[in-house]
């Protein structure tokens, strides 16, 4: 037909585009932050974000590169009229095309938006949510505070409650159908009932929280501007560790006398407390291999060599059991009153 040669032109060009795109983003010292990845997650993220007239929906958080693939290929063999699948195909391809530059995009956000720094590099978002997140950015609607909520229904799905991929994946149809209002909606809705649970859970099982640091940012660090938080990151991933204040090695001793001094009553009172959110701050990887079951007066002078304010101002010679509890009660009600207030008040 007359438009094969043209549509050939229009393919080939496009994917050279995309293959250029793409070498950029295998490139980006930010790639880290999604994990391994290649073409072919891509493909399946944008498969999953955007309905097409000819053809039924792409998308399942399941389905693996190849599956996505054959379903494409099955899709397009039931479009019979020519004008259909050339519509189709510039279409998508052109789709596709945005999808990469938009992801791209965000990687490079990283570098010039501590926002997106913090829900990106630190937070490492779940990748389920990237055909929602990508599509918001493809239409210049992936401003701070929807990122920011991106960031606190993940730790809500994946993090502190039961693991949702098939929900973070499927909030792309609120979107689709619904707009962005219809989105963030669903978010909210999905997550209502969990802010209790979740904020406790954070709080009691610190040691295996996976978005502590991103926490710890949000609550203790909101004077760190872009310069300051890429001082965290002496390579290509942030580097920071989960510090205990109170030694882990002090259980391990098993000194009674030490561990009274500190307001507890005895080495299982201890235990309950010492991988709590109380008990951690976000240190340097090199502070903190230095600090390593240092006593409270040794570590006083280490904390006042970190980059992070907080830890320079922290009372390390102070701190004890009560102050180890009021840390974990402010955490417990910040998290519920401020950080996961946007679920609360809807």
Not at 113 to 124: A, D, F, G, H, R
Not at 240 to 264: A, M, R, S, V, Y
Request: proline share 2%.
């Amino acid at each position: 037909m007359r438009w094969e040669k043209g549509l050939d032109r229009f393919i080939n060009d496009h994917f050279g585009e995309i293959f250029k795109i793409f070498a950029k983003i295998k490139k980006s010292d930010r790639i880290s932050s999604v994990g391994v990845f290649d073409e072919g997650d891509i493909f399946r993220h944008h498969a999953g974000s955007q309905r097409f007239d000819e053809i039924e929906f792409l998308g399942h958080y399941k389905a693996s590169t190849d599956k996505t693939y054959e379903k494409l290929k099955d899709e397009l063999k039931e479009i019979k009229e020519s004008n259909k699948l050339k519509s189709f195909i510039q279409s998508y391809v052109s789709d596709l095309k945005n999808f990469y530059q938009a992801f791209l995009d965000l990687l490079s956000e990283i570098d010039t938006n501590p926002t997106t720094l913090k829900v990106m590099l630190i937070n490492k978002i779940d990748p389920r949510f990237f055909n929602s997140l990508i599509r918001l950015k493809i239409n210049n609607e992936l401003d701070d505070e929807t990122l920011k909520l991106f960031a606190k229904t993940d730790i809500v799905f994946f993090k502190a409650t039961r693991y949702r991929s098939g929900t973070a994946y499927n909030l792309i149809n609120a979107y689709l159908e619904k707009s962005k209002e219809g989105l963030k909606s669903e978010m909210i809705a999905q997550c209502r009932n969990y802010i209790e649970s979740a904020s406790l859970k954070l709080v009691k099982d610190a040691s295996n929280s996976s978005c502590f640091h991103y926490l710890f940012f949000e609550k203790n660090c909101q004077e760190m501007g872009l310069a300051d938080l890429k001082k965290l990151i002496p390579g290509k991933q942030f580097s920071q560790e989960k510090e205990h204040i109170i030694p882990i090695n002090l259980l391990e001793l098993d000194n009674e006398i030490e561990i009274q001094k500190l307001g507890f009553e005895y080495k299982k009172d201890l235990e309950n407390y010492i991988d709590t959110y109380g008990n951690f701050i976000s240190l340097e990887k090199p502070l903190n291999s230095k600090g390593k079951d240092k006593d409270l007066y040794e570590k006083d002078e280490i904390y006042k060599s970190s980059e992070i304010p907080f830890n320079r101002c922290f009372n390390v010679k102070g701190f004890n059991k009560k102050a180890l509890i009021t840390r974990n009660d402010e955490m417990r009600e910040w998290l519920i009153d401020t950080f996961f207030k946007d679920f609360a008040t809807h």
